[in-house]
């Protein structure tokens, strides 16, 4: 009675129809994996392009910073914007300049309730006997990238105040 124990005919391997079947399924979950790893890289393209973009405003505006107060690329732009001359190749960086006639940081930051006041009502030069004492600058940069370009504009905004005399 202690033979070898025979194993039915119903067990078997896989059919071929079963493997094709298995097949299939990988390949829709294969298809749905590749697009999450294209906009993934996508997505890594555009962050890293963003840095970029920032560290191409800041190396702008620490030029900017570094000129004197009465340098001729700073004159007000009356609301025109100028072309960057020394903006790296794949970007374009473009700026504008206000000027404004402020005595005192009262006219910047309203000291009673700690808020600032609206650059709107900043003094313009003509009504401050003081001249033009503050410039806003405002930078725009943005990305020739074919890929992303009209994508991103990193802007930013600096206050250039005149040294005293």
């Given at each position: 009675?202690?033979?070898?124990?025979?194993?039915?005919?119903?067990?078997?391997?896989?059919?071929?129809?079963?493997?094709?079947?298995?097949?299939?399924?990988?390949?829709?979950?294969?298809?749905?994996?590749?697009?999450?790893?294209?906009?993934?890289?996508?997505?890594?393209?555009?962050?890293?392009?963003?840095?970029?973009?920032?560290?191409?405003?800041?190396?702008?505006?620490?030029?900017?910073?570094?000129?004197?107060?009465?340098?001729?690329?700073?004159?007000?732009?009356?609301?025109?914007?100028?072309?960057?001359?020394?903006?790296?190749?794949?970007?374009?960086?473009?700026?504008?300049?206000?000027?404004?006639?402020?005595?005192?940081?009262?006219?910047?930051?309203?000291?009673?309730?700690?808020?600032?006041?609206d650059?709107?009502?900043?003094?313009?030069?003509?009504?401050?006997?003081?001249?033009?004492?503050?410039?806003?600058i405002?930078?725009?940069?943005?990305?020739?990238?074919?890929?992303?370009a009209?994508?991103?504009?990193?802007?930013?905004?600096?206050?250039?105040?005149?040294?005293?005399?």
């Amino acid at each position: 009675m202690g033979g070898p124990v025979r194993r039915a005919q119903t067990e078997r391997g896989m059919s071929l129809v079963e493997v094709l079947v298995a097949l299939l399924i990988l390949a829709f979950v294969a298809l749905g994996i590749a697009s999450l790893f294209s906009h993934a890289q996508l997505t890594n393209a555009s962050g890293y392009e963003y840095a970029v973009l920032a560290s191409e405003a800041r190396r702008t505006l620490e030029a900017m910073q570094a000129m004197t107060f009465t340098d001729a690329a700073l004159n007000d732009s009356a609301g025109s914007t100028f072309d960057w001359p020394a903006a790296r190749r794949g970007f374009t960086v473009r700026y504008s300049v206000e000027d404004f006639g402020v005595s005192g940081w009262e006219h910047v930051f309203n000291f009673g309730s700690g808020t600032p006041q609206d650059p709107d009502t900043w003094p313009n030069p003509a009504a401050s006997t003081a001249g033009t004492t503050m410039k806003r600058i405002t930078i725009r940069v943005s990305s020739d990238n074919r890929f992303l370009a009209g994508r991103r504009e990193f802007v930013v905004t600096t206050l250039k105040i005149r040294d005293p005399v």
